[in-house]
């Protein structure tokens, strides 16, 4: 089945550092991803939707500037949390779009493991 | 507007059957999904239905669909201590997988 890799699992940093996540599809292309961000007992609160070769879209209250995402290739998108601060510590998530598999034309949203972020 | 509802805990005892029940509000949804989330880790698909068929059964697992009310259930027969995880209802609406609105999650919890 359809595979996404997610790395790192668990960042630990100081405050003011820069923290990149990568999301990889491994056996399958997706021109799309998605970030979402997990708070304690919590659902899934999608921040933005990565697009291949082109800018990212937000949800409204996801500051572009904090959360920086890029999606050089069809297997891998990055978000980048710059000068993070406690209050950015949660529980972040990727997904793409599998391939469809016949004979439903869906595709289901396959996830990465999560990285659970903390920043001192 | 588009919403999902699931109940926030279930306690089952091993061996007996589980089920975790949502209900919808877009009626144009296609397909509704479960996921489901181990402790630390992310979602796993478990399974989904068609928007026009009222059951689904995969071994153990078995998703029943009510569209008429917007309601999905799902049940885990033999219910094992592995099943403990937050079960995610969820659906795409107007057929969108890139739009998915998941519920906040039913969290089973498996008596000994």
């Known amino acids: 089945g359809a595979v996404v890799s997610q790395h790192p699992s668990w960042v630990i940093c100081k405050s003011g550092t820069s923290v990149k996540i990568e999301c990889r599809s491994l056996?399958?292309?997706?021109?799309?991803m998605f970030w979402y961000r997990q708070f304690p007992k919590q659902s899934l609160m999608l921040m933005a939707t990565s697009n291949e070769g082109s800018k990212a879209t937000y949800e409204q209250g996801v500051e572009k500037d904090k959360f920086l995402i890029n999606h050089a290739s069809l297997t891998l998108s990055t978000l980048t949390v710059t000068s993070a601060h406690p209050e950015d510590s949660s529980f972040y998530i990727c997904?793409?779009?599998?391939?469809?598999?016949?004979?439903?034309?869906?595709?289901?949203?396959?996830f990465g493991d999560g990285t659970r972020l903390s920043i001192l | 507007g588009e919403d999902v509802e699931q109940s926030l805990f279930l306690s089952v005892r091993e061996g007996d059957s589980s089920v975790i029940n949502c209900t919808y509000t877009d009626s144009s949804s296609t397909y509704l999904y479960w996921y489901k989330q181990e402790p630390g880790a992310g979602l796993q698909l478990l399974t989904y239905?068609?928007?026009?068929?009222d059951m689904k059964q995969d071994q153990r697992l078995t998703v029943l669909l009510n569209k008429k009310d917007k309601h999905l259930s799902l049940r885990i027969a033999d219910t094992q201590t592995g099943d403990s995880a937050i079960y995610f209802c969820a659906e795409s609406p107007e057929n969108r997988d890139d739009k998915i609105i998941f519920g906040k999650g039913t969290r089973l919890h498996i008596l000994p």
């Open positions: 239905i068609f928007s026009n068929m």
């Open positions: 997904s793409a779009p599998g391939p469809p598999t016949p004979p439903y034309s869906n595709q289901p949203q396959h």
């Open positions: 056996d399958f292309q997706a021109t799309t």
